[in-house]
């Protein structure tokens, strides 16, 4: 494999190349994610079982026992989320370049799986021009030019004792203290100066104090006359903020005629003085001093820190060498230092290694598993925890090579949950399983419900976002995200649900003892996501219901099939007549008759998540049966049916299963997935114990290579 560039060539022209040598030959599991559906075994009504491949990976000569095998996963890019969350991490930006990219597809359900997240050309110049501009910022170094502040010494900011104005002068006639206050700007060093002179008398020159804040930073004996005043100065560290500069007289002298005095023309404060003030960012950098250690030294250290966090393991010497000549031949053809070096780390962020998420099969074309390297665990792990790369402290796990221990990987789960990083799970796991990434962007008539505003789609979001955070960073069940009779609110969606006495836009957790609402079926967020612009959609929330919480797809529509249009609704009909009509067709009936009744116990909320009673004037029928068969009357005891089924149980484990690893499930995957449901079982359905019980497993720590015939 090609991993770094040989000359100086364009780098966008470069990236093609070395993407196209990198990319040529990888594949997935045999199909892409879109269409990685199959059939069960023992099923006959066309429902199937989502995520898994219709063909396994093993069916050929020289397969090993499906027990045996991990699978494998294309070459993966890292998404829009993954790229700005990286470089945040990185190079401490708070830019996200990634916003300007296409969006990327979605498969399975997710944006991280592997077989869709394709690259354009348009792309590879994004990520070049994103480079470029994160690394101008990272190494800037702002010059903070001084400011200088004068008080006349005689003049109305400056108090005095001992003494008077004389002319443009302060006369201290007698040991005393004139005194102002300044304002710094910034931390750093400033230079206080003093212009005096003295009135000579008795053995000893005038003894002048400058002091800061009271505290004494000088002592000075003038020797100026009047003829030639001169300036008295002494620099100090000081930080931003109010001081009082002071100068004192502290050795008065009378004795006729002699008479010592101390003239004061002005305070001047300057700073701070030639400081140069280089980014957090840039300290990151440049580990080393170039003009300490040598340039060609320090480039070489400054690459391998970096590229070892960028490429989320460490560069080879080879890979060194070659970004070596990219600063070396800059440097021959007049570039400083720094933009030869700028050179070569816009070189490795517009590399396959950063922009890809790269494992490496020792015989690419070998059915035979073998385990992921530590650096690729520790990729494994973050990408699926944070979205973001590894960190220090994983990092240095993978180079001492203990992520090979299960015990090691599970105190790193636990770790890494507690990480506020780990709120990724929540925007990209949950917010995709759930939708609610959508709600802000849901449209409804506003003729219908002018309540939909943007106040209420962003508490509907909160809300969710609340609520599913608990699962992923405490010790609570699983089963509860379709039975929690507890959620978030505030003063906005409270009003919505009505719950009283919440004000305010902080979320607070209340207890709907009382409010018809459990879980998050019955979040309003949701709820408005699968509805119409004007009204509810038993169809959306059925369906949704079969695919996201049963993990159970219906067949597609059978080819050319003429769906016919429901009717507009006539007074007193609901939803559910209506499509009563629409499932006497035999065609439609076969998925209808098992998603409908599901979506049936959602018809208590309208088309925003309101509680109603009455749908179109007549009163809501909210019964229907589960796919098991038992029965409901509302969407609470649906809820709590759902939450009981070993479908459910499954399909929490699916939908982690393929977010963490990006591909979808495939008959091989049995013995693993049926490992993981049993731990998680038997771990009371916590996430925690999910995660390590799937971080420990070979499914997750181990791959195999591909066969072309395969």
Not at 259 to 277: F, H, K, M, T, Y
Not at 424 to 450: C, D, K
Not at 684 to 708: C, H, K, N, Q, W
Request: with cysteine; glycine share 8%; hydrophobic share 40%.
């Amino acid at each position: 494999m090609t991993s770094s560039f040989v000359r100086i060539i364009p780098l966008s022209c470069a990236f093609l190349l070395w993407t196209s040598l990198v990319t040529v030959g990888c594949s997935g599991d045999g199909q892409s994610a879109a269409t990685a559906t199959t059939t069960d075994s023992d099923s006959s009504s066309g429902w199937t079982t989502e995520g898994d491949d219709v063909e396994s990976d093993g069916e050929t000569d020289d397969a090993v026992d499906e027990a045996d095998d991990p699978g494998r996963v294309t070459l993966r890019r890292l998404n829009r989320n993954e790229y700005n969350n990286t470089v945040r991490d990185l190079l401490w930006t708070t830019q996200t370049p990634a916003d300007d990219f296409a969006a990327d597809d979605i498969g399975l359900g997710f944006d991280n799986i592997a077989d869709v997240l394709t690259l354009s050309p348009l792309q590879a110049e994004l990520y070049e021009r994103a480079a470029q501009t994160l690394l101008e910022e990272a190494m800037t170094v702002e010059i903070i030019e001084p400011t200088t502040s004068r008080r006349e010494a005689e003049g109305p900011e400056v108090s005095g004792s001992g003494g008077q104005a004389l002319g443009e002068y302060w006369r201290f006639s007698s040991n005393g203290e004139i005194s102002t206050a300044i304002q710094l700007g910034e931390d750093g060093e400033y230079l206080f100066q003093v212009r005096a002179y003295g009135e000579q008398a008795g053995p000893d020159f005038p003894r002048m104090v400058l002091a800061i804040d009271a505290v004494t930073v000088a002592e000075l004996d003038v020797s100026a006359i009047d003829a030639a005043p001169e300036v008295y100065s002494v620099m100090v560290p000081l930080a931003a903020g109010a001081h009082t500069f002071s100068v004192a007289f502290t050795n008065d002298f009378y004795d006729p005629p002699g008479d010592r005095n101390l003239l004061v023309d002005w305070i001047e404060v300057s700073g701070p003085q030639s400081l140069a003030d280089p980014s957090l960012q840039r300290e990151r950098i440049f580990v080393c001093d170039p003009e300490v250690a040598g340039e060609e030294e320090c480039g070489r250290q400054i690459l391998a820190t970096f590229g070892r966090r960028a490429y989320r393991r460490p560069l080879t010497n080879d890979e060194l060498d070659r970004l070596m000549v990219l600063i070396t031949s800059a440097q021959a053809d007049g570039r400083s230092f720094e933009n030869s070096l700028k050179l070569a780390l816009r070189a490795i962020l517009i590399s396959p290694h950063f922009i890809f998420r790269v494992e490496i099969d020792p015989d690419p074309k070998s059915l035979k598993p073998h385990p992921l390297n530590d650096f690729e665990l520790a990729t494994r792990l973050s990408y699926f925890l944070w979205s973001s790369m590894p960190d220090d402290e994983l990092l240095a796990l993978a180079a001492a090579g203990e992520l090979s221990d299960p015990l090691v990987v599970e105190a790193q789960v636990r770790r890494m949950l507690e990480d506020q990083k780990a709120h990724a799970l929540v925007e990209n796991f949950a917010g995709q399983w759930f939708l609610f990434r959508g709600v802000t962007e849901v449209f409804h008539e506003p003729e219908v419900f002018p309540e939909w505003t943007e106040e209420l789609q962003l508490a509907m979001r909160g809300e969710m976002q609340a609520f599913t955070s608990t699962f992923f960073d405490g010790d609570r069940s699983m089963l509860e995200l379709l039975s929690a009779e507890e959620t978030y609110v505030n003063e906005r969606l409270a009003s919505h649900y009505g719950i009283e006495g919440i004000e305010g836009e902080d979320f607070v957790q209340v207890n709907l003892d009382g409010i018809p609402r459990q879980g998050i079926l019955t979040q309003a967020g949701l709820l408005s996501i699968l509805a119409h612009s004007e009204q509810t959609s038993v169809v959306k929330r059925g369906k949704f219901l079969m695919e996201n919480i049963l993990c159970i797809s219906p067949p597609p529509p059978p080819p050319n099939l003429d769906i016919p249009e429901l009717e507009p609704p006539a007074p007193g009909a609901t939803q559910r007549e209506l499509l009563e009509k629409h499932r006497e067709d035999p065609i439609c009936a076969g998925c209808h008759d098992i998603m409908d009744p599901l979506g049936f116990g959602l018809e208590h909320y309208d088309a925003i998540g309101a509680y109603r009673e009455l749908d179109n004037g007549a009163p809501v029928d909210a019964s229907g049966t589960i796919p098991s068969g038992l029965a409901f009357t509302n969407g609470l005891e649906m809820s709590s049916l759902l939450s009981q089924e070993q479908n459910f149980v499954e399909c929490m484990v699916r939908k982690t299963f393929t977010y963490s690893l990006g591909r979808g499930i495939t008959p091989n995957d049995t013995p693993y997935f049926d490992d993981i449901v049993a731990d998680f079982e038997m771990s009371d359905y916590r996430f925690a114990d999910l995660v390590v019980s799937l971080a420990t497993s070979d499914v997750f720590r181990a791959r195999r290579g591909e066969p072309d015939e395969l």
